[in-house]
T-cell receptor
Framework: GAGVSQTPSNKVTEKGKYVELRCDPISGHTALYWYRQSLGQGPEFLIYFQGTGAADDSGLPNDRFFAVRPEGSVSTLKIQRTERGDSAVYLC????????????FGPGTRLTVL | EDKVVQSPLSLVVHEGDTVTLNCSYEVTNFRSLLWYKQEKKAPTFLFMLTSSGIEKKSGRLSSILDKKELFSILNITATQTGDSAIYLCAVAPGNQFYFGTGTSLTVIP
């Protein structure tokens, strides 16, 4: 069906607030990835889900960041006590089975923390 | 430490020119190398390379991998203004994909 979708497309919040970013992967894709991309940089890996479980969360920068994928489809990236340094584009990607399978990216959510 | 280095960082050419973008990498347990084109937000997939010396081709774009020298090149022939974008290289040692900072290509009419 459709490609990877992410909502919202833009999010402006104040320092210290909590935000949730949503990702809808391509139907049937079991692997889901979250990346963060700052201006002038390539995407930086945050977390990888295989099905419902976080198979690799080594890229999460600190314990303010958390992600879930309770039913193995939609995923939510949660950021607590946001800081100005969290401002970036948050990209989600999915692939059929993980591993070396090609990742297809969503349009991203641009997060701005004032 | 795993890393991916792309060069040049930026490039300005005229329509019709041919360009070569470079990606060198150092990763443990290499599995694949991917090229993406990023115009606005979402990177779009171009090529996946897993074997040395086998050229992948799609229209005016082609890419090849050298696993001995640990690099890949992306060639674009007869460039068009629509090729203007950031070209990202990513390497997968496992579940993660490590991205380079990208090459910003601008094609002038």
């Amino acid at each position: 069906g459709a490609g990877v979708s992410q909502t919202p497309s833009n999010k402006v919040t104040e320092k210290g607030k909590y935000v949730e970013l949503r990702c809808d992967p391509i139907s049937g894709h079991t692997a889901l990835y979250w990346y963060r991309q700052s201006l002038g940089q390539g995407p930086e890996f945050l977390i990888y889900f295989q099905g419902t479980g976080a198979a690799d969360d080594s890229g999460l920068p600190n314990d303010r960041f958390f992600a879930v994928r309770p039913e193995g489809s939609v995923s939510t990236l949660k950021i607590q006590r946001t800081e100005r340094g969290d401002s970036a584009v948050y990209l989600c990607a999915s692939s059929i089975g993980g591993g070396i399978d090609t990742q297809y990216f969503g349009p991203g959510t641009r997060l701005t923390v004032l | 430490e795993d890393k991916v280095v792309q060069s040049p960082l930026s490039l300005v050419v005229h329509e019709g020119d041919t360009v070569t973008l470079n990606c060198s990498y150092e990763v443990t347990n290499f599995r694949s190398l991917l090229w993406y084109k990023q115009e606005k937000k979402a990177p779009t997939f171009l090529f996946m390379l897993t074997s040395s010396g086998i050229e992948k081709k799609s229209g005016r774009l082609s890419s090849i991998l050298d696993k001995k020298e640990l690099f890949s090149i992306l060639n674009i022939t007869a460039t068009q203004t629509g090729d203007s974008a950031i070209y990202l290289c990513a390497v997968a040692p496992g579940n993660q994909f490590y991205f380079g900072t990208g090459t910003s290509l601008t094609v002038i009419p």
